[in-house]
C-alpha cells in the first residue's frame, strides 16, 4: 500500500523553467507503474519516496511506516526508509563481485545467516555461477537482475524501479519481466515502476500513473487507459492515437447512432459514422479519439472514409499507414496488399472504438 | 665539500606531516563538499583556495598575524607546548600545510564528485551507514585519484619557500628547509651545495610526479 502526496518547486534558473512535482499516488496494487515522458517527474516521484530528495510538502506513507510528513516535519532517511531503489544503469558497485554486492546489502545479518542468504538469493535469480564476477563482467540482464536481488536482500519496506529495461533487447527485457513476476509473488512487498514505455505498462503494471509536466493526468487500470483516455494530453502521450475535431450532422438517440463531418490535421476533412453522444445536440463540436489498431482499412468498402495513402512503415507484427491528415492506422501482418481504388483506401472507423476527449 | 644533509631531512619529515594532516583534513573537507550543500559552502571552497593565488609572504604574514607569540592561537599553542610556534620546525609544518592543502583538498573533492551519485544512493538505500557509504563505497571509488593528488601534495610541500621564511625563519640545523638551503647556499657563493641540493630535490619532486600520473590513471573497473 502507498500513500504519496509530493510536492516539490524547482524555481527557474537560467536554463530551465520553473518545474512543480504535484503527484498523488494512492495504490494497493503489487505493482504500480508511472508512465510518462522524459521531464515529467517520474524519477524525481521515485527518488521523494527513496528520500534522495525532500519534498517542500505532502506525506509518504509505505504500508505502516510513515516515510515523510511535511505537517510534522518527519523525514526519516534513505537508510531508515530502506527503499530498495532499482537505477536506470546497474549501480551495482564496480569495485566488488557480485557476491560482495550482495553482502554489503545483509551486512546487519550474523555472518553465517548472510552467507545463506546470499547464496540463497544467487540462486533464486540464476546468478550461482556469476556470483564471484565484477559487475563489468556480467551481462546487462545479471546486471539487472543482481541490483534487484542486492536490492531485496536489504529487506526493503518497498521496491523502486526507475526503467529498469533500459539498455536491454527484447529477450532480455521479457526475462527482466518474469523476474519481477516472481518477485511480486515471492516478496510481500509494493512494486512502484518508472517507464516510458507504454508495452512494459501494460505487461507489468496492474496500476497505471500517466505523469505529465509534474501531474498525475489520468490512473487506473493500464488497460482502462488504452481504452479511454481521459483527455487528448493522455492521448498523445499513449501516442498509437487519432484525435480529430468532429461536428454532429446529425444523430438518432434509439438507434445509437450519429453522422459527424470531421476535420484532421491541415484541414483534411471526412465524413463517418459515430455513436450516440448523450448530452449533445446537432451541431456540437466534439474532440474525438480513436486507436491506430481500432482502424480497418479495406480496398473497397461501402462504409468508411475515403483516404489517400501517404506513407507505409513495416514494423514486426504491423504496418503502420499513414493517410491524410496524418490519420494513423496499425495494420496487422501485410493487411495493405492488393491495390487500391485510385490510390484511395477505405478505412473504417468502428463507432464503438470512438473516444470523447476533454 | 661538506654538504648538512640536514635541510633534507626535515624537508622531508615537514613534507611527510604536512602530507598526512593535509590528507586527513582534505578526505573529510572532499566528502563534505562532494556531498552536502549547506550555506556558506562556496564562500568556504573560496577560502581554501585562497592561497594558491595569494603571494607567500602576504599568507607568512597573516600567519605570523594569526599564529604568532602576541596573538590568541599564538598564546594557547605556547601554553599547550610549553614553547612558541614561530620560528621552530613546526612552523615550518604549518607553512608547508598552507601550501599544499590547498591542492589536495581541491582534487579530493574533484576525485569525490567524480563518483557517480547513484552509487552513494544505493548504498545509503541498502541501508548502510554514512560511514560505511564513505569507507566502502565513496573512498574505494576515489582512492586512485585521491592518492595522486597526495602525491602531488607531498611534492609541493617539500618546495615552499615564503611562507616557511616568513614563520619558520632560516635557522641552520633548526628551521632551515631545503629551499631556504639553496637560497642560503646560493647567496653564501656555495655553488657546489646548491647544485646538489637542487638536483636532489628535483628528482624527490620528479619521481613523486611520476607516481602522482601513475595513480591518476588506475581507476576502477567501471560498469555501466
Given at each position: 500500500?502507498?500513500?504519496?502526496?509530493?510536492?516539490?518547486?524547482?524555481?527557474s534558473?537560467?536554463?530551465?523553467?520553473?518545474?512543480?512535482?504535484d503527484v498523488?499516488l494512492?495504490?494497493a496494487?503489487?505493482i504500480?507503474?508511472l508512465?510518462?515522458?522524459s521531464?515529467?517527474?517520474?524519477?524525481?516521484t521515485?527518488?521523494?519516496?527513496?528520500?534522495?530528495?525532500?519534498?517542500?510538502?505532502?506525506?509518504?506513507?509505505?504500508?505502516?511506516?510513515?516515510?515523510?510528513?511535511?505537517?510534522?516535519?518527519?523525514?526519516?532517511?534513505p537508510?531508515?526508509?530502506?527503499?530498495?531503489?532499482?537505477?536506470?544503469?546497474?549501480?551495482?558497485?564496480?569495485?566488488?563481485?557480485?557476491?560482495?554486492?550482495?553482502?554489503?546489502?545483509?551486512?546487519?545479518?550474523?555472518?553465517?545467516?548472510?552467507?545463506?542468504?546470499?547464496?540463497?538469493?544467487l540462486?533464486?535469480?540464476?546468478?550461482?555461477d556469476v556470483?564471484?564476477?565484477?559487475?563489468?563482467?556480467?551481462s546487462?540482464?545479471?546486471r539487472?537482475r543482481?541490483?534487484?536481488?542486492r536490492?531485496?536482500?536489504?529487506?526493503?519496506?518497498?521496491?523502486?524501479?526507475?526503467?529498469?529495461?533500459?539498455?536491454?533487447?527484447?529477450?532480455l527485457?521479457?526475462?527482466l519481466?518474469?523476474?519481477?513476476?516472481?518477485?511480486?509473488?515471492a516478496?510481500?512487498?509494493?512494486?512502484?515502476?518508472?517507464?516510458?514505455?507504454?508495452?512494459e505498462?501494460?505487461?507489468?503494471?496492474?496500476?497505471?500513473?500517466?505523469?505529465?509536466?509534474?501531474r498525475?493526468?489520468?490512473?487506473?487500470?493500464?488497460g482502462?487507459?488504452?481504452?479511454?483516455?481521459?483527455t487528448e494530453?493522455?492521448?498523445?502521450l499513449?501516442?498509437r492515437?487519432?484525435?480529430?475535431?468532429?461536428?454532429?450532422?446529425?444523430m438518432?438517440?434509439?438507434?445509437?447512432?450519429?453522422?459527424?463531418h470531421?476535420?484532421?490535421?491541415?484541414?483534411?476533412?471526412?465524413?463517418?459514422?459515430?455513436?450516440?453522444?448523450?448530452?449533445?445536440?446537432?451541431?456540437?463540436?466534439?474532440?474525438?479519439?480513436?486507436r491506430?489498431d481500432?482502424?480497418?482499412?479495406?480496398?473497397?468498402?461501402?462504409?468508411?472514409?475515403?483516404?489517400?495513402?501517404?506513407?507505409?512503415?513495416?514494423?514486426?507484427?504491423?504496418?503502420r499507414a499513414?493517410?491524410?491528415?496524418?490519420?494513423?492506422a496499425?495494420?496487422?501482418?501485410?493487411?495493405?496488399?492488393?491495390?487500391?481504388h485510385?490510390?484511395?483506401?477505405?478505412?473504417?472507423?468502428p463507432?464503438?472504438?470512438?473516444?470523447?476527449?476533454? | 665539500?661538506g654538504?648538512?644533509?640536514?635541510?633534507?631531512?626535515?624537508?622531508?619529515?615537514?613534507a611527510?606531516?604536512?602530507?598526512?594532516?593535509?590528507?586527513?583534513?582534505?578526505l573529510?573537507?572532499?566528502?563534505?563538499?562532494?556531498?552536502?550543500?549547506?550555506?556558506?559552502?562556496?564562500v568556504?571552497?573560496?577560502?581554501?583556495?585562497?592561497?594558491?593565488?595569494?603571494?607567500p609572504?602576504?599568507?607568512?604574514?597573516y600567519l605570523?598575524?594569526?599564529?604568532?607569540r602576541q596573538?590568541?592561537?599564538?598564546?594557547v599553542?605556547?601554553?599547550?607546548?610549553?614553547?612558541?610556534?614561530v620560528?621552530?620546525?613546526?612552523?615550518?609544518?604549518?607553512?608547508a600545510?598552507?601550501?599544499?592543502?590547498?591542492?589536495?583538498?581541491?582534487?579530493?573533492?574533484?576525485?569525490?564528485?567524480?563518483?557517480?551519485?547513484?552509487?552513494p544512493?544505493?548504498?545509503?538505500?541498502?541501508?548502510?551507514?554514512?560511514?560505511k557509504?564513505f569507507?566502502?563505497?565513496?573512498?574505494?571509488?576515489?582512492?586512485?585519484q585521491?592518492?595522486?593528488?597526495?602525491?602531488?601534495?607531498?611534492?609541493r610541500s617539500?618546495?615552499?619557500f615564503?611562507?616557511?621564511?616568513?614563520?619558520?625563519?632560516?635557522?641552520?640545523?633548526?628551521?632551515?628547509?631545503?629551499?631556504v638551503?639553496?637560497?642560503?647556499?646560493?647567496?653564501?657563493?656555495?655553488?657546489?651545495?646548491?647544485?646538489?641540493?637542487?638536483?636532489?630535490?628535483?628528482?624527490?619532486?620528479?619521481?613523486?610526479?611520476?607516481?602522482?600520473?601513475?595513480?591518476?590513471?588506475?581507476?576502477?573497473?567501471?560498469?555501466?
Amino acid at each position: 500500500m502507498i500513500d504519496a502526496r509530493i510536492r516539490r518547486t524547482f524555481p527557474s534558473r537560467h536554463d530551465s523553467a520553473e518545474f512543480t512535482l504535484d503527484v498523488h499516488l494512492r495504490t494497493a496494487a503489487r505493482i504500480a507503474v508511472l508512465f510518462g515522458p522524459s521531464g515529467a517527474g517520474k524519477s524525481l516521484t521515485l527518488e521523494s519516496i527513496a528520500g534522495f530528495t525532500t519534498p517542500d510538502d505532502g506525506r509518504i506513507l509505505v504500508d505502516d511506516v510513515l516515510f515523510f510528513d511535511a505537517a510534522s516535519k518527519l523525514s526519516l532517511s534513505p537508510q531508515q526508509r530502506r527503499g530498495g531503489y532499482v537505477f536506470q544503469s546497474s549501480a551495482l558497485f564496480p569495485h566488488m563481485t557480485l557476491r560482495d554486492n550482495l553482502s554489503f546489502a545483509a551486512g546487519s545479518m550474523p555472518r553465517l545467516e548472510r552467507r545463506r542468504a546470499v547464496g540463497a538469493m544467487l540462486e533464486q535469480f540464476h546468478l550461482q555461477d556469476v556470483g564471484g564476477r565484477s559487475p563489468a563482467e556480467l551481462s546487462g540482464g545479471q546486471r539487472q537482475r543482481g541490483s534487484i536481488a542486492r536490492s531485496l536482500l536489504s529487506s526493503p519496506r518497498i521496491l523502486l524501479l526507475d526503467e529498469p529495461s533500459s539498455g536491454l533487447d527484447a529477450p532480455l527485457r521479457e526475462e527482466l519481466y518474469a523476474v519481477l513476476d516472481e518477485v511480486r509473488v515471492a516478496f510481500q512487498i509494493p512494486i512502484l515502476l518508472v517507464t516510458h514505455d507504454l508495452d512494459e505498462a501494460m505487461q507489468l503494471g496492474e496500476e497505471m500513473y500517466v505523469l505529465h509536466s509534474g501531474r498525475v493526468v489520468q490512473h487506473g487500470a493500464p488497460g482502462d487507459i488504452l481504452d479511454h483516455p481521459a483527455t487528448e494530453e493522455v492521448a498523445a502521450l499513449l501516442g498509437r492515437f487519432n484525435v480529430f475535431d468532429a461536428e454532429i450532422l446529425t444523430m438518432d438517440p434509439a438507434g445509437n447512432c450519429s453522422r459527424l463531418h470531421c476535420t484532421a490535421a491541415s484541414g483534411f476533412a471526412f465524413e463517418l459514422d459515430g455513436p450516440y453522444f448523450p448530452g449533445h445536440m446537432l451541431g456540437s463540436k466534439l474532440r474525438l479519439g480513436i486507436r491506430a489498431d481500432a482502424l480497418r482499412v479495406t480496398a473497397y468498402s461501402a462504409h468508411g472514409a475515403a483516404m489517400r495513402l501517404k506513407k507505409l512503415g513495416r514494423r514486426t507484427q504491423t504496418v503502420r499507414a499513414e493517410f491524410e491528415g496524418g490519420i494513423v492506422a496499425e495494420i496487422p501482418g501485410s493487411g495493405l496488399e492488393g491495390g487500391a481504388h485510385n490510390g484511395e483506401w477505405m478505412v473504417r472507423f468502428p463507432p464503438e472504438a470512438l473516444r470523447l476527449l476533454k | 665539500m661538506g654538504i648538512d644533509w640536514f635541510p633534507l631531512w626535515l624537508s622531508l619529515r615537514v613534507a611527510a606531516l604536512s602530507t598526512l594532516i593535509s590528507l586527513l583534513a582534505g578526505l573529510w573537507l572532499a566528502w563534505l563538499f562532494a556531498s552536502r550543500t549547506f550555506r556558506g559552502k562556496n564562500v568556504l571552497e573560496a577560502c581554501i583556495t585562497l592561497p594558491l593565488v595569494l603571494p607567500p609572504t602576504v599568507l607568512g604574514y597573516y600567519l605570523l598575524i594569526l599564529l604568532g607569540r602576541q596573538s590568541q592561537l599564538g598564546k594557547v599553542y605556547e601554553w599547550i607546548f610549553g614553547q612558541p610556534l614561530v620560528f621552530t620546525w613546526q612552523a615550518a609544518v604549518v607553512a608547508a600545510l598552507l601550501h599544499s592543502a590547498p591542492l589536495l583538498i581541491k582534487f579530493s573533492t574533484a576525485a569525490m564528485e567524480s563518483v557517480p551519485r547513484r552509487y552513494p544512493k544505493a548504498a545509503r538505500s541498502l541501508g548502510a551507514s554514512e560511514w560505511k557509504v564513505f569507507w566502502r563505497v565513496s573512498l574505494p571509488l576515489a582512492w586512485s585519484q585521491i592518492l595522486a593528488a597526495t602525491a602531488l601534495a607531498f611534492a609541493r610541500s617539500l618546495g615552499d619557500f615564503g611562507i616557511t621564511i616568513m614563520l619558520a625563519g632560516n635557522i641552520p640545523g633548526r628551521t632551515q628547509t631545503v629551499s631556504v638551503a639553496i637560497y642560503d647556499a646560493v647567496e653564501g657563493g656555495r655553488g657546489d651545495v646548491a647544485r646538489v641540493l637542487v638536483l636532489v630535490i628535483s628528482a624527490i619532486a620528479l619521481v613523486s610526479l611520476t607516481l602522482a600520473n601513475r595513480l591518476g590513471r588506475l581507476s576502477v573497473g567501471k560498469a555501466g
